[in-house]
């Protein structure tokens, strides 16, 4: 049985993923490329440095993010939603940071039994490996569509 | 460890998976959208139904998919292709439903026990319930990058 997910549904598949595929467009191509985030009231939040994907977002903001869950081929759900970016400074930028720690505490303590503080300083760095600087950023979303099947 | 996945790794990755997010773009918005798909020499085969999805892709032939095995946050892979959409005929059309009837049958008939013959006349079906004519296509790859972290 194939249907369209309620409003609900959409935003509860949201709040319990934690992998995205975001869609951006710049000279002529798009670039489709898998984002951690967290999801909050209607915004998508993200921590990645300056490269690509950034400056693609910055020529034009209005991106695309596909959230799923499939258990198999009969059964899954998918949310397609379009939204802006916007990156984030100051207060706003701490905000964002506190909920990517809270979402990714658990699933990083687990998968690489790194501690909090190494984890919040991870978050917080302003430079990766390739001197690329830290940006924090969410994604206010205006549209949205869900969809599901099921036996 | 972070690190760069080589061709046949990449080739490994695009051969064993079989959920790859499409990107394309269309009246200047981008649309990312998972598809099921079977891959041989270099390049992607699908089957849909005439809708939004090959509508852009007609007009914009140039797409990005993207391919990844996740299994936490500090442990997967990553690929992303981009390549030219073609829409399939005749014999080009027959070798590649072919193929996905292949692929997938095994994983559909563990996922809902479907016939062997059901699955040939799904696939092989011209209208879905909504009239729409069935497309047989495939992307050409040119360009394909990769990234993997492990511990």
Request: glycine letters at 8%.
């Amino acid at each position: 049985m194939l249907g369209d997910l309620t409003e609900s549904q959409m935003e509860a598949l949201l709040g319990s993923e934690t992998v995205a595929r975001l869609g951006c467009y710049g000279n002529g191509d798009v670039y489709v490329v898998p984002i951690t985030f967290a999801y909050e009231n209607g915004s998508v939040y993200g921590h990645t440095h300056d490269g690509l994907k950034v400056q693609m977002m910055r020529a034009h903001p209005r991106v695309c993010l596909e959230v799923d869950r499939i258990e198999d081929m009969a059964h899954w759900q998918s949310v397609i939603a379009w939204g802006i970016f916007e990156e984030l400074k100051g207060e706003a930028a701490a905000h964002a940071i506190g909920l990517l720690v809270e979402r990714f505490r658990p699933l990083l303590l687990s998968a690489t039994a790194l501690p909090q503080h190494a984890l919040t300083a991870l978050t917080r760095r302003r430079l990766d490996a390739h001197g690329h600087r830290a940006v924090i950023y969410r994604i206010v979303i205006d549209t949205m569509t869900g969809r599901y099947e099921h036996s």
